[in-house]
């Protein structure tokens, strides 16, 4: 997996890569706009992080360009001014993902990982983490034969879990696609659905499936 | 008593003054020269006097009341000038320095003064925004810095074999860095609505089920407390809002609710209509907000008792932002509270005309 940074401000474009690259992922940086569009014209990328203050041509306008020359690559837009509108330009400049600065490298790191799979997965009927079994058509969760009685969000939060299985789910991601919000409710919503849920899947069973990763977020995985 | 008033009485004595010395000055210089011989005389004389007094008080009176009614008249017209000054200075509050005031261009007294009224609305008008875009810089400049520490932070972290000490110091710092990041979020989200730079994304929405969310919502949050939520009442109302501002204005309020209350406490919300308005309440027993610090519950920053703030997280900012929420809406919000027992907030929405 190759991942193009696109970051004028050297020292995040530097841990970003570190990063990166701590996750298995090759990783080049640009720190202009115009650079970085020659270097994604000449490479192909599984992953472009895009900041959108950049000197010369800005995110956005490299994005557009992007989109114009049909380039599907999966782009994360990255912005220090965080506020809806711009997410929503963003988006519908063909940006797949947008993550406000400052951000938790974490986070980043699951969003580039989640873009990854994107095109990928979603297919399947049944979701399968250890025991732990998910059907999406008749939304039945059943651990060890065992059924499991969830409630809407608990559902969606489960499946939203069970489809990123091995990989951290941040907070924010979470509240993304599970409650549809968009901006940081800084409640602890998040950590308390995940309580019940664990309440409910992990309580009875010796072999616990869902972890909370400290600072960040959580993560469904068979192995602890 | 108004400028006209006085003005006019001034003007009406005046008048009346002066036709009394005109009227006297008249008579003593045509009067025939008194002849004051005989007592028969004398007597006549005074009662010329009096004659001329007489028609001096019957023209007088009705004169001076012309000049009450005239003064009237020009006092008003003269003033209108400042009547329209005053009205319109009263519509400039800060959402709208950058108005100015309709000039006559007569070049007269009041044209002048609405010139110097003008400029000094623009000299406020600058420093306003001058302090607004401050802060929008200040906050944006502010997101890189905190980006790269909270990176370097989360980096050191990574390492396999650090000690458990390091490990808790570094995570508190990073606390610490996620609070800062969410305080200068909430601030550029103030600075930007002020200068009327968020648009809405106005679409019909059922606030009912938005309610009837933010309830199962708030419900999980009061879990862990013990306390108890309550849905009263939610009647079916649409009105035309921003979907998401209004989620987070309904949470924003449960989260107080939930924060700001005690353990085994209860927390009832309810959204009924009134008139041409959405009414949502939501009320908690809590420690409240005592009667005089009530003004100042949506001031940015603003914490209730100081002694308590630190203990409740939370960046000072929800209040502010749920009333601006409100505003962007053409709502009012406001908060009611019995110390020591209930704390009441009341939102109200005006409904969509269809």
Redesign the interface.
């Known amino acids: 997996m190759r991942v193009l940074i696109v970051e004028d401000e050297k020292k995040t474009a530097s841990f970003v890569k570190k990063a990166l690259q701590a996750e298995g992922f090759a990783a080049d940086v640009c720190h202009d706009g115009d650079e970085a569009l020659a270097v994604a014209r000449a490479t192909p990328f599984d992953v472009i992080v895009l900041d959108i203050m950049l000197p010369g041509r800005d995110g956005l306008g490299v994005l557009r360009q992007l989109r114009e020359r049909k380039n599907p690559t999966p782009v994360l837009l990255l912005s220090a001014r965080g506020e809806v509108n711009e997410r929503v330009e963003g988006l519908n400049a063909g940006a797949d993902d947008y993550l406000p600065k400052p951000f938790e490298l974490s986070e980043l790191v699951a969003r580039v990982r989640a873009l990854t799979r994107r095109q990928h997965d979603q297919k399947f009927t049944v979701l399968r983490v250890a025991d732990l079994t998910l059907d999406t058509t008749t939304h039945r969760a059943e651990r060890g034969g065992r059924t499991i009685e969830l409630t809407t969000r608990e559902y969606r939060l489960l499946e939203f879990l069970m489809r990123s299985a091995g990989r951290l789910c941040a907070r924010m991601m979470i509240l993304e696609k599970v409650w549809d919000y968009d901006f940081d409710p800084g409640t602890n919503l998040v950590d308390v659905y995940v309580r019940r849920l664990r309440d409910k899947i992990d309580a009875d069973f010796e072999i616990k499936l869902l972890h909370t990763v400290r600072g960040s977020g959580y993560l469904l995985k068979e192995q602890p | 008593m108004t400028v006209r008033t006085r003005l006019t009485a001034w003007y009406a004595a005046v008048m009346f003054a002066s036709l009394l010395a005109i009227g006297l000055l008249v008579y003593r210089e045509f009067a025939p020269e008194p002849k004051k011989d005989t007592p028969q005389e004398i007597a006549e004389d005074a009662s010329d006097f009096q004659e001329v007094l007489r028609i001096l008080l019957w023209c007088g009176v009705p004169a001076a009341l012309l000049a009450v009614g005239g003064g009237w008249w020009l006092t008003q017209k003269s003033l209108a000038p400042v009547e329209r000054l005053t009205a319109a200075a009263e519509k400039i509050n800060a959402g709208n320095l950058g108005e100015r005031l309709a000039r006559s261009g007569n070049g007269d007294e009041f044209d002048r003064l609405t010139a110097v009224f003008n400029a000094m609305l623009g000299r406020l008008d600058d420093s306003f925004s001058r302090i607004r875009e401050f802060t929008l810089h200040a906050s ?1 400049e502010l ?2 810095p ?7 932070v ?2 050191a972290l ?1 390492e396999a074999d650090l000690p458990t000490a390091e490990r808790e110091r570094l ?1 508190s710092q ?2 610490e ?2 609070r800062l ?2 305080i200068v ?1 909430g601030l ?2 103030l600075t ?1 609505a002020d200068a009327g730079q ?2 809405l ?1 106005l679409q019909p929405e059922p606030l009912d089920e938005l309610v009837r969310d933010n309830f ?2 708030a419900q ?2 009061a ?2 407390q013990g306390i108890r939520v309550e849905l009263a009442a939610c009647e079916p109302i649409a009105i035309r809002g921003d979907r ?1 501002r209004l ?2 204005l309904l ?2 309020l449960a ?1 107080n609710a939930v924060k700001y209350n005690h353990r085994q406490g209860h927390i009832t919300m309810g959204l009924r209509r009134a008139g041409e308005a959405a009414e949502f309440r939501i009320e908690n027993t809590g420690p409240g907000i005592v009667a005089e610090a009530l003004p100042q519950v949506f001031d940015r920053f603003f914490r209730g008792d100081p002694a308590h703030a630190t203990a409740i997280d ?2 000072g900012l ?1 209040l502010s932002i749920a009333k601006w929420i409100v505003s962007a809406h053409h709502g009012d919000i406001r908060i009611e509270s019995m110390p020591g027992k209930l704390t009441t907030v009341i939102v109200r929405l005006p409904v969509s005309s269809k």
């Open positions: 944006h997101k890189t905190l980006t790269v520490m909270q990176g370097e989360e980096t990574r995570l990073l606390d860095i996620q990041a969410k979020d550029s989200l930007k968020v648009k994304d199962a919502d999980i949050l879990e862990s998401h989620r987070q949470l924003n989260d939370g960046c929800g």
